[in-house]
């Protein structure tokens, strides 16, 4: 194993060596649950969806934890514009983001904390890092000492002086310092509170992601993910955090994907150029948007246009195109239609495909790469399926390999998101081809609008009728 990723924090490639062999512990921070997810929240689900599918496939045990924020200043606000509480809103947006999640594609978390169950740990953080004398109350609100972490801003690089107004907070004359941030907020009147040491009140953002890692992970990850814009403040206030309490470093490896453009331009509220992933789901399928995602490296930033859309569903198709058209040639061979013809040096080229596939995905999961050696087996493959006599053996092969490259990627629908099933396929163009020997061909024509009515196209070749998936 030769995986290689680019840490963040000491900006170079380094080899993956996890805490425990054959384990991976994994925290990537997930959605405040107030809205729709929009398409810059989709790139981190379905990048590091990928990440965990190929840590997986190597032999991983991957401890996957994504996080809900469910419990700040956007949730009491929207909550409030809405009439309902607080909890009701997460509850109605954590099932709105399982369901987007879910529409693309992505594998369930191995666990999802959430702020509100987590509240007794972050309490007791708070407290010892209080004990500690690395933080501090004042006025029901308690701070982080940041100058007592000497090592702040060695994950965005940034010094103490360069920092001062960065900080996600106001100018607050209860702070020593305008560096320190908020660990524990007291409650303002009507909002949602709970009882602590210092009052009622609630957590700040920042702590809320140390104390879940800790109690699901231990003090150690082996992989820290976000977005780029979650570098500063957040991840580095986590550092801040609970390095100062354990001794230990917060992770291992820091990984951050890049920002996602609308034609060009940054998306943002003030240009009004935000799309939801919901919206995004009419009128392109989830296998084009994995394909978009993953079409640019994950540290660089990504555009979505209608230009880029059409690039990505026009993939989409050849790849299933190719899938779809083994299989059906697979049934033809089973049926003893065609007569069988080894290729052992078929066998050798894919090989290096699937050989290259992984060396670009251990190359800091370059899925670009990845995918290119993917369209390397659909080439080979279009040429073999050309023959009229092909091998068993080799298409089930060719089969085994497409299905390793989709258990990473996850860019080809399931049979049943397909429509009909291969054998109702099959049972059709065999009736067609009756009708035709009839001369039934109102029949025969009938069939054939049916089967492209339900995505499948029909090529009458020499060696007989393929069908592939529109």
């Known amino acids: 194993m030769n995986l290689k990723i680019y840490d963040s924090m000491t900006r170079e490639l380094q080899p993956f060596i996890p805490r425990e062999p054959g384990k991976v512990n994994m925290y990537v921070c997930g959605p405040t649950v107030y809205d729709y997810i929009h398409i810059g929240n989709a790139r981190p689900v379905i990048f590091f969806d990928v990440v965990r599918r190929y840590l997986e496939a190597i032999g991983f045990q991957v401890n996957y934890i994504v996080n809900y924020t469910d419990v700040d200043d956007k949730m009491i606000r929207k909550a409030t514009e809405l009439g309902i509480t607080v909890p009701e809103l997460a509850e109605r947006f954590i099932t709105a983001f399982k369901e987007d999640r879910e529409a693309l594609g992505a594998l369930p978390p191995t666990v999802s904390p959430r702020v509100m169950e987590t509240m007794p740990e972050i309490i007791a953080f708070i407290q010892d890092l209080v004990d500690q004398g690395v933080a501090y109350e004042n006025g029901g609100d308690v701070y982080f000492r940041t100058g007592s972490f000497s090592e702040y801003g060695k994950l965005s690089h940034k010094n103490l002086d360069e920092l001062q107004y960065g900080i996600r907070i106001d100018v607050d004359e209860r702070k020593e310092s305008a560096q320190d941030f908020v660990l524990w907020k007291a409650a303002k009147p009507g909002e949602i509170y709970w009882s602590s040491p210092w009052g009622d009140g609630r957590p700040g953002w920042h702590i809320e992601c140390s104390a879940m890692i800790r109690k699901y992970a231990g003090d150690t990850l082996d992989i820290h993910g976000g977005g780029h814009d979650l570098q500063f403040p957040h991840h580095e206030c986590e550092i801040a955090q609970s390095e100062s309490l354990t001794g230990q470093p917060l992770s291992r490896n820091w990984m951050h994907n890049g920002f996602v453009n609308i034609n060009n331009e940054k998306m943002s509220k003030s240009l009004g150029n935000g799309v939801t992933v919901r919206q995004l789901l009419q009128g392109m399928s989830k296998y084009a948007i994995r394909y978009l995602m993953l079409a640019t490296h994950y540290r660089s930033p990504l555009n979505f246009s209608e230009e880029t859309i059409r690039q990505a569903t026009n993939s989409i198709d050849r790849l299933t195109n190719c899938r779809d058209n083994v299989k059906h040639r697979l049934s033809s061979v089973a049926q003893g239609n065609l007569a069988l013809a080894g290729d052992e040096g078929l066998k050798e080229r894919l090989k290096q495909l699937a050989k290259d596939f992984h060396s670009r995905m251990e190359d800091d999961f370059s899925t670009p790469d990845a995918i290119t050696a993917w369209f390397g087996l659909v080439s080979e493959v279009n040429t073999y399926l050309q023959r009229e006599a092909v091998s068993e053996t080799s298409l089930l092969f ?6 390793e490259m989709n258990g990473i990627l996850g860019l080809l629908p399931t049979i049943e998101e397909a429509g009909l099933l291969d054998d109702e396929v099959d049972a059709l163009i ?17 069939i054939r609008d ?11 070749t020499p060696q007989g009728v393929r069908w592939r998936r529109k």
């Open 450 to 460: 049916l089967l492209a009515s339900r995505g499948i196209l029909l090529d009458d």
């Open 430 to 446: 065999a009736e067609r081809a009756a009708a035709r020997a009839n001369r039934n061909f109102a029949r025969s024509d009938e």
């Open 398 to 403: 060719i089969l085994a390999q497409i299905d």
